[in-house]
């Protein structure tokens, strides 16, 4: 027995835009459920009749594989997919495109889908299911109506030719979809053989090795590249190794833009708010004062190593960013697991400050910056209203329906985690992003429960 779903989205978009927007590869990326861990196997550069697109995700302990097939291509109205494997035992989507009078554009998702084991299927399974489409769908409707709004800001601009390195993380993943839905060229900066086919261009920054003919002709390069600071104990080693990925890719793209004969317009370079290190209560701008520890000693050297293409003209901007909100990874990834079994209370009194952003700010303020000339050198990525970790930890209960009170000593972070998660957990960062404001940036969530109920799709 097939189900029917619908689901209309009204954006201030024309239906060229907006037909063009679903058309660009980084529309899957963008159009994912934010708390989907989804991984794009292939994808053909067409919506038109045949083209597929295929990719994995987690259903329970196993992975499954998604083949869309697209048929009956109709620009700028309507195109359809096929689902050729997956979950459903069918499943037909029609993507239709309508534009109003006053020139914005409905988008209407019509799915036709069929259940494994029929009438059992359903009777078992079609609740929870019909709950999970619906959840998507609102999701891929906020996603959409944001990104046409925050590239309709600089549509009067041309469009650039980036380079990024560090693309397969948490925050250049979804940077990369959102530039290239915006009909940016995006290349990306690789370590392994490149794909034939794929914009990417290899490098091996810990041999020093680049082409710089390559990199020639870019109007902006973007480097978020290195190790994780939170993804291993912090052992000698690998400390050398946090610094190393840094300081040494950087200066490699450094020297590399300085000999170029184009040089980029921008060359913007990830730091992070570790450059105060632990600062208790203060209030911290782009003008405080440099921290002491590990992480700031490496966040200056990070940012020294970017600064050196000030000299040849080159518009520099270096990123200080707080904790990315993310349910698929980096720090809320590492939360979710202990918060939904009712252990997310407060690490020691829960008194540090916790300087946050959601990942759709992250990248509306670096496209935000990277488009407005004015705007170089540092800048403070995180919400306007950072909060005590004890507040944290209350208001993600509070979205996962969970308790929040058992609090966690931090030697018992020290014995799981070492040095690094004694850092990072109870380490006291209060940034304010003013220069960022200052530039005219808007926030999408400057309170920390909208911007955890859009990273979880928990929005009542």
Known sequence: MSIYYEHKTHVKANVEDTFAWHERKGSFRRLMPPWEVAEEVRA????????QRIFRFPMGPIKMKWIARHSKYNPPHSFEDDMLKGPFKSWHHKHQFTQNDDGSTYVIDKVNYKLPMGFLGKIVAGKMVRKRIERMFFARQIRLE???ERHAQF?????????????????????????????????????????????????LPDKNEIN?????????????????????????????LIEDSRVNSTSLLAKTIGNLSKKPELFMVASAMGWYGERGDEVLT?????????????CENWEQAANGVKDFGVRTINLR??????????????????????????????????????MDDQIYSMHHLMMTEECE????????????????????????????????PPFAIWFLFGKMGVSLTTESTKIIPERLVESGYVFEHSDLESALRDSLGLWR
């Open 44 to 51: 053909d550069d067409t919506l038109e009749e045949g083209a």
């Open 146 to 148: 944001r990104d046409l």
């Open 155 to 203: 549509a009067h601009l041309p469009r650039k030719k980036i380079l990024v390195a560090g693309s397969s993380g948490l925050i250049g993943r979804q940077l990369v979809a959102f530039l290239d839905t915006g009909g940016h060229d995006v290349w990306r900066l690789v370590r392994r053989d490149t794909k034939k086919g794929e914009k990417e261009i290899k490098w």
């Open 212 to 240: 710089p003919e390559e990199i020639e002709g870019f109007d902006t390069i973007i480097h978020l590249g290195g190790a994780g600071i939170g993804d291993k104990r912090w052992s000698k080693k690998r400390m050398k």
């Open 286 to 298: 782009e003008n405080s004062k440099l921290g002491e520890g590990f992480l700031p000693r490496i």
């Open 321 to 358: 960013t707080g904790i990315v909100l993310d349910a698929t990874g980096g720090a809320l990834g590492k939360m979710l697991l202990p918060a939904k079994l009712g252990g997310g209370g407060p690490i020691g009194r829960g008194r540090q400050w916790y300087s946050w952003i959601s």
């Open 377 to 408: 050198g540092v800048y403070n990525i995180g919400s306007p209203e950072p909060v005590r970790q004890k507040r944290f930890a209350k208001v993600l209960g509070k979205v996962l329906r969970r308790p929040a009170f058992i609090p966690t």
